[in-house]
């Protein structure tokens, strides 16, 4: 019966996305044999060699594939199969720095429905080199067999990656060996020796045969039993025929070597097994007197080492290849002497070796832009192994001629030949002869024989023999792409963009605005790398012979439409813009590429090829715009002033001449508070550049506008909300539109909300807080005289401070610095601060603040709402208490000290103007307290000091007539807002600043 073995050599990748497509690739079989070829892609730099040995192969094809090779043939049982790949790790990033290679794998395995076996596995870093082998002896009871493995090569990219598989398919058909059945023909009578310790008369008479017969095979069993039955049929049929003497029975001697034949490896050892029998018409056995041995032609013994082991009518060979010779095969002698005869087998030991020259990655002899020169590829020749398709070591030297390699046509030569490798490889570095115009030899398109450079080098041993060898080079011209922005109206020159709809806003090559109205042309092209070309002017040397297949975003926008009137003659024109405005916001993805995927159209020339990897990635610079707004307190006293901010990010710069407008949600009853356009400017431009408003007070910023607000109508008594956060009448609402979109509505819109109530909460919260820091709870009178009335604490700590020192933070003078120091920081941006300081200046929206003083006497800070009158102001001074730590302060409502209100606040406190008198009088109470103040301090005063000390005070000062006509003699001159209402601490460049520090701080 017949058996099949099916082998497959499948290299293969776990493939990743698949970008590139249609890539060159080429399939071929080598001189050596239809079971050795080359399997090349060069556009991916990958390449993977192959050699199958065993069986009998008896067609090789690539089938119609671009990286497949297909081999069938038959094979015997017990027959060794072989297969080798070598191949490179990825190196697609020589092709593109944006690709990053990954390892490649190798793998080879066997399956004769057991699951794997023999398993060999490889993996390569990017750029090596490597190879895998791995072999099979067929089984005698198998259906099929199948022989596995892969190589693979894969990159990744910012936008994906790619990857790439070389295949190679091997069928064999299993066939049994056909025996021819072994009897007494005149043929095999003349072929035996035989030989014989009787006499010849004696054989003749007796008709006693030996026969000594070879077989070489592996069904031994079967041979035997054949042989045994024909002698016994033999011996029938001359018992049969009637004659009276019969002969004596025949004997035959079977020498039976294991194998016909062993393709060697070097150092790889093999066995090899011969047994002596004895065969006669009742059976076979071993001939325990068989004398077995095994020897070479003496000029060969150096390459092998045989090592052999005897016993009866055996002998056990264990053979090595030491070096390979220059012969590519040796016969070995199996020699047997039996009893009545002798015999001889031939081994047959066959070892393959290729002498090459490749080049070391690509064939493809390229243009190098940045040297301005053709570069050829580097070749390695060397002596190689076929089946592990490795290079070798040889046991005889060889050299080169001069020169050691030749070109056709003549246009190349040897820079630089080495070998790293103490002669098993030999690398050449070539380069392009001096004055060489490739033109000459291969047309102006340099398409003329495909662009093919043919390559021989032969090399001589010893004894003279010459081994050759030859490979392809080919000029390869590379197209690369060119994209770059145009303005259509101006040509298709470079950076030629068009005008943006901003006027004074202008935007270099490949940058456009994410607006929906600005849009982006560009140019799509493809020139010669080895081309001299004019900058702006390259789309001139377009060449027509590239098919682009699509123009995509790879992000957020639309993807490119074509502009059909600027295309054609391998010129691609495109517009790319948004639909419509595209805000920034921080988490922007920051690189924008186009991607661009193109192929050589059906019948550029075989030779050229793209540059670089497929699809090409054009960068591009969307802008993004930017509004900001805010409303912060005016320059002038009563006033906020409200800033609209536009910029491009990520270039940063101000967008100018961009339409603005205002309005102003004022609250359901005006008449508890209203807030207006000062100078009813409502629609406002962006500036072009830094210049003043029309106030002429404050600079401002290209990109941004201005509006002043003022307010009126807001009073104490009014300033409260049924309900807090809701509907309040003093809430306002600010609003800033952006430019009207083809719709009508604004583009982008976005407004504040001054909440004054809320704002005056928060500001005595955060004075609450800040209270301890600030000092304004003097600790000295913790527990101390708890009589004494809060109102009077102020005015014995200033009398005390001129007794004692340590009391000095707690006077109304310094304690009224801190705390307008504090409402400036609050309030005023300064230089060097940080832009989120703006959140804080925002909360002061609606509230104005006021240094007061009685003097000689006392002083205080105090706010009251914007529009009002500061004589309406209330104090935050601590100092007629000397605590700021209950939270009812939160409420402006419970703040203690009015100076037009101090008589009323003392009587709801029960302490009328006559009780106050009464206290004053009581001097002596006083200066007990004053004593205990000053010990708290550390001092020792007498009591009779301090009542003389606070006598005079009170009454030499008038102290106890300021007490009772409270408000009176208040000094009106302003500490913080000048005569014409503006603030006197208020920085006019501040604006400038901010937007300087806010732009820095944008990522």
């Known amino acids: 019966m017949k058996k099949y073995i099916y082998i497959s050599v499948a290299i293969m990748l776990l493939v990743m996305a698949e970008i590139i497509l249609n890539p060159y690739s080429s399939v071929y079989a080598v001189d050596d044999g ?109 259906q099929t067999v199948e022989i596995v493995g892969y190589v693979g090569n894969a990159w990744i990219n910012p936008y994906g990656g790619g990857s790439k598989d070389l295949i190679l398919n091997v069928d064999f058909e299993v066939v049994e060996e056909e025996i021819p059945f072994i009897g007494q023909t005149q043929d095999q009578e003349q072929a035996s020796e035989i030989e014989s310790t009787e006499t010849p008369q004696k054989r003749i008479s007796s008709l006693s045969l030996w026969r000594t017969i ?146 070391v990655d690509s064939p493809n002899i390229t243009f190098n832009e940045k040297e301005k020169l053709w570069q050829p590829p580097e070749l390695v020749a060397c002596f190689r192994e076929p089946v592990q398709n490795t290079p070798i070591k040889v046991g005889f030297y060889y050299g080169f001629m001069d020169p050691p390699l030749t070109f056709e046509p003549d246009i190349l030569e040897v820079k630089e030949g080495y070998s790293s490798d103490d002669g098993l490889t030999y690398n050449f570095k070539l380069k392009m002869r001096d004055g060489i115009d490739l033109e000459t030899y291969f047309g102006e398109d340099l398409t003329d024989d495909d662009g093919r450079v043919k390559v021989n080098v032969v090399v001589k041993d010893e004894k003279g023999k010459e081994f050759t060898a030859k490979t392809t080079l080919q000029v390869h011209p590379q197209l690369k792409m060119i994209s770059y922005a145009y303005d259509p109206e101006k040509g298709k020159g470079k950076n030629n963009r068009p005008k943006t709809p901003y006027p004074g806003l202008e935007l270099e090559d490949m940058q456009f605005i994410a607006d929906g109205k600005d849009f982006l042309p560009l140019l799509i092209f493809f020139v010669r790398t080895d081309k001299e070309v004019v900058v702006g002017e390259e789309y001139l040397c377009a060449m027509d012979m590239v098919d682009v297949l699509s123009v995509k975003h790879t992000g957020e926008f639309p993807d490119p439409e074509p502009i059909t009137e600027e295309s054609g003659e391998g010129l691609f024109a495109y517009r790319i813009r948004s639909n419509d405005l595209t805000p920034y916001t921080k988490d922007k993805k920051k690189n924008h590429f186009i991607s661009v995927e193109s192929v050589l159209r059906a019948g550029a020339p075989k030779n050229y090829g793209l540059s670089g990897m497929s699809p090409h990635l054009v960068q591009i610079y969307p802008q993004f715009l930017q509004f900001q707004f805010w409303v912060v307190p005016g320059r002038l006293c009563g006033t906020s002033e409200a800033y609209a901010y536009v910029q491009l990010n990520p270039l940063k710069i101000g967008v100018p001449n961009l339409p603005l407008s205002l309005e102003i949600e004022n609250p359901p009853n005006k008449d508890r508070g209203f807030l207006a356009l000062i100078n009813g400017d409502r629609d406002q431009t962006t500036r072009e550049k830094d210049l003043y408003t029309s106030n002429e007070y404050i600079p401002l910023a290209q990109g941004s506008a201005c509006w002043g607000l003022r307010y009126s109508g807001i009073r104490w008594d009014n300033l409260n909300s049924p309900t807090f956060g809701g509907s309040s009448p003093s809430e306002f609402r600010v609003i800033c539109n952006g430019p009207l979109s083809d719709t009508g509505s604004p583009i982008w819109q976005t407004s504040q909300t001054i909440n004054v109530e809320r704002n005056i909460s928060t500001l005595l919260s955060d004075l609450l807080i800040d209270a301890d820091s600030l000092k304004l709870n003097n600790p000295y009178w913790k527990g101390l005289y708890d009589a004494c009335p809060y109102t009077m604490r102020g005015a014995i700590t200033n009398i005390a401070s001129n007794l004692v020192t340590g009391l000095e933070p707690y006077v109304c003078k310094q304690m009224s610095q801190r705390i307008i120091s504090w409402l400036l920081n609050r309030s005023l941006y300064q230089i060097g601060d940080d832009p989120k300081k703006i959140q804080s200046i925002i909360k002061m929206n609606g509230i104005e603040y006021e240094q007061y003083e009685i003097p000689h006497w006392h002083v205080w800070a105090g706010i009251f709402p914007s529009g009002l009158k500061k004589e309406n102001g209330k104090a935050l001074d601590p100092w007629w208490e000397q605590r700021w730590d209950n939270d009812s302060l939160r409420n402006h409502e419970n703040l203690i000290t009015v100076y037009t209100e101090l008589n009323m606040k003392l009587s709801e406190r029960g302490l009328s103007v006559a009780t106050i008198s009464a206290i004053i009088a009581g001097v002596l109470a006083v200066a007990y307290v004053a004593t205990a103040l000053a010990a708290a301090v550390g001092l020792k005063v007498a009591v009779a000091a301090v009542v003389k000390y606070i006598t005079v005070w009170l009454y030499g000062s008038g102290g106890v007539a300021v007490y009772i006509n409270a408000g009176e003699g208040v000094d009106k001159t302003s500490a913080i807002n000048n005569e014409d209402g503006t603030k006197k601490n208020y920085q006019p460049s501040w604006f400038m600043n901010f937007i300087e520090s806010l732009r820095n701080s944008i990522n």
Do not use: C
């Open 214 to 359: 070879v077989v070489v095979g592996i069904a031994v069993a079967g041979t035997m039993s054949a042989i045994a039955a024909e002698l016994a049929n033999k011996a029938a049929q001359a018992a049969a025929s009637g004659k009276e003497e019969q002969p004596t029975e025949e004997t035959v001697y079977v020498l039976n070597p294991s194998h016909k034949q062993f393709d060697l490896e070097v150092n790889q050892p093999v066995t090899l097994n011969v047994n002596g029998y004895r065969v006669n018409q009742e059976g076979y056995q071993l001939e325990n007197d068989a004398l077995i041995s095994l020897s070479l032609p003496p000029d060969m013994a150096e390459y092998f080492n045989i090592q052999t082991t005897t016993s009866t009518g055996q002998l056990t060979a264990i053979i090595t290849l030491l070096k390979i010779p220059s012969a590519s095969s040796v016969i070995l002698d199996v020699n047997g002497i039996f009893p009545h005869g002798k015999a001889k087998a031939e081994v047959q030991l066959k070892f393959k070796m290729d002498f090459t020259i490749l080049p």
């Open 34 to 142: 239809p079971g050795t070829g080359i399997i090349e892609m060069p556009d991916y730099g990958i390449r993977m060699e192959f050699s199958v040995s065993g069986g009998n192969i008896t067609e090789a094809t690539n089938d119609g594939w671009e990286s497949k090779f297909f081999i069938t043939g038959t094979v015997h049982p017990g027959e060794t199969l072989s297969i080798s790949i070598s191949g490179n790790g990825t190196t697609m990033s020589e092709f593109n720095p944006v690709n990053q290679d990954l390892e490649a794998q190798m793998d080879v395995w066997f399956d004769a429905g057991n699951g794997m076996e023999n398993r060999k596995t490889l993996t390569l870093a990017p750029g090596e080199n490597g190879s895998v082998s791995t072999s099979f002896i067929v089984p005698d009871d198998v």
